[in-house]
């Protein structure tokens, strides 16, 4: 096995867990306490099935706030008991719990295993009881205070009733633990490189994040489609912060019909374009088919930086050939990208997974990088000398200067004659050769035509 990297998680603030069995509002609190919508929200229980994270600050204190899986009181191999596994795992990483209940269904049985597992923790908590907003819920959330909790309140996270009391009584509890240096913790997440791993259902990406990171932060298993959401978490590479963001599955629309499904993906395309650079993963098999190239195509017109991935290498028996085939498809179908890394991987065995990182920050320079205007000028002097632009009805179009306006991708201008009769052909012509001179293999690269002469020549 190749040995993978040891992480070195960024300064973290204390980390508030909400937590609690399936269906209880969990995450519709986790949104309100966020103050945006996060979590995926659906009456449907169990929705909830990887620890979602997010920044919060409550009087200047800042914390890390995170939504976990439905609690249920199940053991083995099932999607169930994994799904318990990662949320005792969260429970054992806050700092403060806030226990939901269901106000209107009383304390259950579950509650009440769930509560034994909570005070065992020795954790500061908080109980939530929650769709408290009638006077029947109100008389059953006596019953809570049974569990034995010192702090005990009635909620509603739907109509925001209660979450005065609840953020007081956060404050108070923060207070006992409150950091040093909150602002530099802000600082470098700020500062983290955000990078979304995408793909079709089951082509690895939680298992790929578990390797990384050296831990089961991640529900992972057989079935197809157990992320449902866009999961954050906070890791670092060679002492570099990296936000990785875990995604749900996408499949082709037409095969979309389930509501939830959908919520999914659309938080899956938010964190697509909230990334810098995008892992696109694919599956052995099943390579670069429409709907992958779809993908691709949305990161690339997105502007981020692309790397493509292929997961399961460990199953080919002719791994040289393979690649061989891979790449040249790579190099047909996404000629938009020429040069885009392409890297060969098994997230199971941890092979290859150095190599995507490092794939990840060569590509990151590329995609930031900025080249100086009278570079640029003397480039296109001689790629207009070795190879004329054309001259419709008669009349030579003239490139008169090129300038970069941004990074992230690059992005260029050229002052020109008569920009709207530039074929295309003549534009591709220019972007590869840019491409080609400064190094720009693999990112989307902008060229914008703008009708003027220099517009320096005069200073």
């Known amino acids: 096995m190749i ?21 209880v509002g969990k995450s519709t609190l986790f949104n309100r306490l966020a103050g945006r919508n996060l979590a995926l929200v659906h009456d449907r229980p169990g929705v909830t099935r990887d620890r979602r994270e997010t920044a919060i600050e409550i009087s200047g204190k800042g914390a890390t706030l995170v939504d976990t899986a439905g609690f249920e009181d199940v053991r083995g191999d099932t999607l169930e008991a994994r799904m318990r596994a990662l949320t005792e795992a969260a429970i054992a990483d ?3 719990l806030i226990f939901v209940i269901d106000g209107r269904a009383g304390v259950t049985a579950l509650d009440e295993i769930f509560a034994d597992i ?21 008389a059953r959330a006596l019953e809570a205070h049974a569990l034995g909790f010192e702090t005990v309140l009635q909620t509603s996270a739907e109509h925001g009733l ?25 600082a470098d997440e700020e500062k983290a490189l955000r990078v979304a791993i995408v793909g079709r259902p089951n082509a690895g990406k939680s298992t790929l994040i578990n390797r990384l990171i050296g831990a089961e932060r991640l529900l992972t298993g057989p079935e197809a489609g157990i ?44 964190a697509i374009r909230f990334a810098e650079v995008v892992i696109l993963l694919l599956e052995t098999g099943r390579l670069l088919d429409k709907q992958d190239l779809q993908i691709a195509d949305l990161v690339i017109r997105e502007g981020r930086a692309l790397v493509i991935a292929v997961n399961k290498v460990d199953l080919w028996e002719d791994r040289p050939s393979e690649e061989g085939k891979v790449r040249e498809a790579v190099a047909r179908l996404l000629p938009q990208v020429r040069g885009v890394p392409v890297v060969f991987l098994s997230a199971e065995t941890g092979r290859g997974v150095n190599g995507l990182m490092n794939a990840v920050t060569a590509i990151t320079e590329i995609w930031n990088r900025r080249i100086p205007t009278s570079a640029l000028n003397r480039w296109l002097a001689d790629v207009i000398a070795a190879h004329p632009p054309p001259a419709p009805s008669g009349r030579r179009i003239k490139l008169r200067y090129i300038t970069q306006t941004k990074a992230r991708p690059p992005a260029f201008v050229v ?45």
Request: aromatic share 6%; with cysteine; net charge neutral.
């Open 3 to 23: 040995p993978v990297p040891v992480s070195s998680s960024v300064i973290a603030p204390p980390v508030v867990a909400v937590v609690g069995r399936p269906n």
């Open 94 to 96: 806050a700092d403060i």
């Open 118 to 138: 909570i005070r065992r923790s020795g954790k500061p908590v908080i109980l939530a009881v929650n769709k408290s907003e009638g006077r029947e819920a109100a």
């Open 162 to 186: 209660g979450l005065g009391a609840l953020f007081d009584a956060l404050d108070g509890m923060l207070a006992q633990r409150e950091t040093e240096d909150d602002e530099d913790g802000e």
């Open 227 to 270: 992320t449902r959401d866009a999961i954050a978490i906070d890791w670092a590479w060679r002492g570099e912060p990296i936000r990785l963001f875990d995604t749900a599955g996408m499949r082709k629309k037409a095969r979309i019909e389930d509501r939830l499904e959908k919520m999914s993906v659309d938080d899956t395309l938010r």
């Open 415 to 459: 002052f020109c004659s008569r920009p709207d009769a530039l074929p295309d052909s003549y534009k591709r012509y220019l972007v590869n050769g840019l491409r080609d001179a400064f190094g720009l293999e693999g990112t989307p690269i902008r060229l914008n035509l703008k009708k003027g002469d220099n517009p320096y020549a005069r200073g």
